[in-house]
């Protein structure tokens, strides 16, 4: 019982065969990674997939959890409506790891649809959840989700409530798959989205560098302004999905890595020790 495997997975929305077109073949190891990432997620038969997105409903002081009867979402922000997913939840899970954030100090918010209208968010899942649970939908999983969004808190703090997703998933019995959902730097290049920094491959080699060496507490550490600088959104996601891992002797496998559009895109495996 408990975490099966784990992935960190990039999100643009560009290789998603409807909505990118010709434009995907620059990112043909990215696609090819994911395939094959999402093909080994469902050989595991996982009870639950957890996602953890940077999308969602982001909070300074909270972490949060979309919690309905049946989550949905389209691209439709990328000018694809038709393109859409829906999954179950596992509101017994949310209640629980609500639970136990609560005793342990973290706030952790579920947001019903009355709950998303107050804060002004959308009734549907991000594109942080729905391009990884694209690509494990189209290998044949079609498993209960629950969608964690990060918050803003420390990285220990995120850690932490990682750690407490495993502790929740084992007293519950629950067979799961975690997947960190987040790109890295978006300044790789002139013409990136978010604008060029040279610093912002720095950042990307630093991650990858620490993930293959399995020195998962040292990305904890990175300076703040590297951070900044590199313009990601896949850190804190990251670190809570390593948090998941703690003590499990989990190892990285890096599948693949490129930056075809400027921003960072990096498939890995995380899995149990070999028998």
């Known amino acids: 019982m408990g ?33 094959e990432l999402a093909g080994e997620v469902k050989e595991q038969q996982p009870d ?22 049946v989550l949905q979402g389209d691209f439709a922000d990328f000018g694809y409506p038709a393109v859409s997913l829906a ?38 899942l991000d594109h942080g959840v729905l391009v990884p649970l694209y690509f494990i939908r189209q290998a044949g999983l079609a498993s209960p989700i629950v969608p964690i969004t990060m918050g803003l808190l420390a990285y220990q703090r995120l850690y932490d409530f990682g750690l407490l997703i495993q502790q929740t998933l084992a007293e519950m019995k629950i067979k799961a798959v975690v997947i960190a959902s987040g790109d890295l ?21 630093r991650v990858l560098s620490h993930l293959e060496k399995g020195q998962y507490g040292e990305l904890l550490k990175i300076e703040s302004q590297l951070v900044e600088k590199a313009g990601e959104c896949g850190l804190r ?4 999905m390593l948090g998941s891992l703690q003590g499990l002797s989990f190892r990285a496998e890096i599948k693949s890595y490129q930056g075809p559009f400027g921003v960072g895109y990096a498939v890995v495996g995380f899995y149990p020790p070999l028998n």
């Open 185 to 205: 730097s978006h300044r790789l290049k002139p013409g990136a989205p978010a604008g060029f920094n040279p610093r912002g491959k720095e950042f990307d080699q």
């Open 87 to 124: 999954a179950a939840t596992n509101s017994g899970f949310i209640e629980s790891l609500r639970n136990n954030s609560a005793a342990a100090g973290i706030e952790v918010i579920s947001l019903a649809t009355a709950d998303l209208a107050t804060y002004n968010y959308p009734n549907r």
């Open 48 to 69: 639950l997939l957890i996602t953890i997105s940077p999308h969602g409903p982001v909070f300074t002081d909270a972490i949060s959890i979309l919690e309905q009867e």
């Open 237 to 240: 996601p990251l670190i809570i």
């Open 3 to 35: 975490i099966l495997m784990a992935g960190l997975a990039p999100h643009p929305p560009v290789i998603i065969p409807e909505i990118g077109g010709e434009r995907r073949l620059a990112a043909t190891r990215t696609i090819k990674a994911l395939a």
